[in-house]
């Protein structure tokens, strides 16, 4: 004899402050009955499609972009007034310049587990803020050696921003994913020309302190605007939060003026959790080799040349 379930499940949307109520009656089938009628996530960004949100979403991303390239920039435009400043040494100026991507070097890991664990909204708005405070200390320093040690926690809060492609991928469908994620470097290509804008206007007659502050306001802007943010409906379920993922589906289906499926949401698969040390076995070594060296390259080539730019008309 089939019995009788009555469930009721309730959430919050973050936006709206409304409160989200899903109420479900079921007869439990019994062997022969059919299973019932789930969906998940993935069937759910499917079935959103893109829209509003997504449009908002990528915006918000591409601004964290936007910060990270004016930070990048700022190097290259700081150098000649620390050696006007403080007297620094060529060797010395460099050390400006490894001392944030010493930072990001070693908080890049750091941030991709602390999002894991903590969610990608809490991880974005505590690098965005660790990196806008350090940025104004920076302006504040009077010695090159707290400079230096200013500039090592902004590495250290820069590495953390890409997590914002993180979070914008895991809420785009599959067919507009990868334009998506490559417009946002449009936004890095916004960030730099801001940088070099902002620089011509301050720098003559200002100074680089005040280059420095203003060059950190995009990082508040993109922790306010953070808020608005829900949390990844993949890092709930993966945590068992099934009605905090609900909810938060239903707000993006909101948005673009769809539905979600009708069902039961639930994970995509049951799987132990992955460690760093999968990246170089057997199955992925060569992969991860070719990615290193890519990347590798590409810092050389692209940072090299960018913070080189200044040197060139000296």
């Avoid at 390239?69 to 000649?80: A, D, N, T």
Wanted: glycine residues 8%.
């Amino acid at each position: 004899k089939p019995s009788v379930s009555f469930s009721l499940d309730s959430a919050v949307d973050a936006t709206s402050g409304v409160v989200l109520t899903s109420t479900s009656f079921c007869n439990a089938p019994d062997d022969n009955g059919p299973p019932p009628v789930t969906f998940t996530v993935h069937d759910a960004i499917e079935a959103a499609g893109f829209g509003k949100f997504q449009i908002i979403l990528s915006v918000i991303g591409g601004f964290a972009w936007m910060a990270d390239s004016m930070e990048v920039m700022l190097l290259s435009l700081l150098s000649p007034s620390l050696a006007c400043e403080w007297g620094v040494t060529p060797f010395q100026q460099a050390l400006s310049t490894t001392f944030v991507f010493a930072g990001w070097m070693i908080s890049s890991p750091f941030w991709g587990r602390f999002c894991d664990v903590y969610g990608r909204k809490k991880g974005l708005i505590s690098a965005s803020l660790l990196g806008f405070i350090f940025g104004i200390v920076t302006a504040f320093t009077h010695s090159f050696l707290a400079f230096l040690l200013a500039r090592f926690f902004v590495g250290l809060a820069v590495g953390g921003v890409p997590q914002s492609v993180t979070m914008t991928a895991e809420f785009l469908p599959v067919e507009t994913r990868a334009k998506c994620l490559t417009l946002l470097k449009f936004f890095w290509a916004i960030g730099a020309a801001t940088e070099a804008g902002i620089a011509l206007a301050v720098m003559p007659t200002l100074g680089w302190r005040w280059l420095v502050g203003f060059s950190s306001l995009p990082l508040a802007l993109f922790a306010l605007s953070c808020w608005w943010l829900p949390e990844s409906a993949r890092f709930h379920v993966a945590h068992g939060k099934i009605v905090e993922a609900r909810a938060t589906l239903v707000r993006v289906a909101r948005y673009n003026n769809r539905e979600l499926p009708h069902g039961e949401l639930v994970a995509e698969s049951e799987r132990s959790s992955t460690r760093m040390s999968e990246l170089v076995s057997e199955q992925h070594r060569r992969t991860t080799a070719q990615l290193w060296i890519i990347w590798v390259l590409f810092g050389l080539l692209y940072y090299g040349i960018t913070i080189y730019t200044t040197k060139l008309f000296q």
